[in-house]
Every structure is written in C-alpha cells, then in structure tokens.
C-alpha cells in the first residue's frame, strides 16, 4: 500500500504568513495527488487537484506543485478564514486512495 | 447543483451490521466519469477511504475493511449504499459518500457526513 506522510501535523501562523505543508508518498505518485480543507463540523473541501491544479472557484492564493514522491501546498498570504485542517489525497493505485495525516492550521 | 445525502441509523450495536445510504440528487449516478465513494473520520481524527463503487457495479475496497464492508449502487433510485459488518466502537465515526473523479480521484462533491456510534 502507498504511504503518504504529511507534515507539519500542525501550523502556527499570522495573517499575511505564507503558510507551506507538505507531503511524501511512499512510492511515485506521478501527479496523483490532491489536496483538500476540512473547517470543523463540515465535509472536506477539494481545492487542487492533479498536484497543481486550482478547483473551480477556489482562491488564487492557494496552490499546489510536485510530482513524482514529493509534493507542496501553499497559501500565499494567509487569511483568518483558511483556519482549517488540510489533507493531501493520493490516487496512484486506481482506485484506491490514502489520505495524509492531516496539517491543523491554526493563527497566531 | 448536485447534492449527496447520507442516511441511516446513528447507533449500531457492536457485532452487527452499519448500513447506510447516499442518494444523489441533481446529477445521474449513471455517469462513466465518476466512482461513487465512502469515507470515514473517527472522532478527533483523520479521513480514511473505506471503498467506491462504479455505477457498473464494480466495487474497490480499502484492504483494511475488505473482509467487512459491501458497496452497492441502485441507479433507479439514483443511491449508493455502505455495508459494514461486526462493527466494534472503532468504527465510531462520521461516514461521508462522496463523488470521485475517474481522471484523476479528487472527491469534489461531498455528503454533509453522519455520525455513527457503535454502543451497546
């Protein structure tokens, strides 16, 4: 089975802090990977899919880049309503997927 | 818009069978495009993929619950359901059906979720 290990577990920063998280598959993903925002009490959100590709109607200053095992995802300038947990999503073994741990996302 | 909706009792006893259901509304459950899938988030904790099914009927498992879970889809009624069988109370959790894209996985339309707890 692909492991993915995400990291930081958890995240402090300040609005206007570029915040970066990352995550490690076990094997080549090729470009497998997607990243989602879950806000407590709620569903997960998709907000890239495909390593660097931004969801319809999803804010610019979030983004994605990797391929292969290794794979980043970025707000640009955080602002107070990205408080969130993300998690990065692997789909290599079609079509199973893994989750990443999960990054809480906390303000400073 | 499409819309997910599970449904189903919120307390199994442990040793017996969870079943719950998604309807899908605002969208065919018919299309080639997408698997139909279940994921699970035990209190506190992170997203797990439990299995998806094709509207063909072919079912993908997580080999952790294989032994455990049935996947079904009615197209009739435009539903998906989730079996898990012999639950114990580490299969508390919210349990969430989802739409996967078959290009490249990403779940892009989610149930609200339902809590299930596993309690005598």
């Given at each position: ?108 | 818009?499409?819309?997910l ?16 259901t998604c309807t899908v509304s605002?969208g065919s459950i018919s299309s080639s495009s997408y698997y139909w ?16 099914i094709y509207y063909s009927g072919s079912t ?11 996947i079904s889809v009615d197209t009739s009624k435009n539903q998906f359901s ?17 739409r ?21």
């Amino acid at each position: 089975d692909i492991q993915m290990t995400q990291s930081p577990s958890s995240l402090s920063a300040s609005v206007g802090d570029r915040v970066t998280i990352t995550c490690q598959a076990s094997q080549d993903i090729s470009n497998y990977l997607n990243w989602y925002q879950q806000k407590p009490g709620k569903a997960p959100k998709l907000l890239i899919y495909d390593a660097s590709n931004l969801e319809t109607g999803v804010p610019s200053r979030f983004s994605g880049s990797g391929s292969g095992t290794d794979f980043t995802f970025t707000i640009s300038s955080l602002q107070p309503e990205d408080i969130a947990t993300y998690y990065c999503q692997q789909y290599d073994n079609l079509p199973s997927y893994t989750f990443g741990q999960g990054t809480k996302l906390e303000i400073k | 818009q499409l819309q997910l909706q599970e449904s189903g009792p919120g307390l199994v006893k442990p040793s017996e069978t969870l079943s719950l259901t998604c309807t899908v509304s605002g969208g065919s459950i018919s299309s080639s495009s997408y698997y139909w899938g279940w994921i699970r988030q035990p209190p506190g904790k992170g997203l797990e993929w439990i299995g998806s099914i094709y509207y063909s009927g072919s079912t993908y498992y997580n080999p952790s619950l294989k032994s455990r879970v049935t996947i079904s889809v009615d197209t009739s009624k435009n539903q998906f359901s989730l079996k898990l069988s012999s639950v114990t109370a580490a299969d508390t959790a919210v349990y969430y059906c989802a739409r996967i894209m078959i290009t490249f996985g990403e779940a892009d339309y989610w149930g609200q979720g339902t809590l299930v707890t596993v309690s005598s």
